[in-house]
């Protein structure tokens, strides 16, 4: 099971750092991503880590604002945003695969959490 958190309301400019928690001992094996959905837009994908934590993939949008680590000691993947924008605001999921390349497509992941809310007001 995965369980998303860290969301809130923000100015823009602001960071925020959401978490995504993990239960079970093989989270090391799975290769993590964050998707979001905007109100009445597709979801879309965010960033993703491989689970060897050596390979990351961010969609273009984001790139030199946000990042992905994720430290299995504790089970969980966390992506810190930074420069937050209006346009980042969505439900923000994060999804998992064991021992998938890192994939853009929501379609490959078969783990989801509930999702979690950013706002970032201008």
């Known amino acids: 099971q995965l369980q998303a958190s860290g969301g809130g309301l923000v100015q823009a400019g602001d960071s925020l750092r959401l978490s995504c928690a993990a239960s079970g001992r093989t989270f090391s094996t799975y290769t993590t991503a964050w998707f979001r959905q905007a109100p009445g837009k597709e979801r879309e994908f965010v960033a993703a880590?491989?689970?060897?934590?050596?390979?990351?993939n961010y969609a273009d949008s984001v790139k030199g604002r946000f990042t992905i680590s994720r430290d299995d000691a504790k089970n969980t993947v966390y992506l810190q945003m930074n420069s937050l924008k209006p346009e980042d605001t969505a439900v923000y999921y994060c999804?998992?695969?064991?021992?998938?390349?890192?994939?853009?497509?929501?379609?490959?992941?078969?783990?989801w959490g509930q999702g979690t809310l950013v706002t970032v007001s201008s």
């Open positions: 999804a998992a695969r064991r021992f998938a390349m890192v994939i853009t497509t929501a379609a490959t992941y078969d783990n």
């Open positions: 880590i491989a689970w060897s934590g050596g390979t990351t």
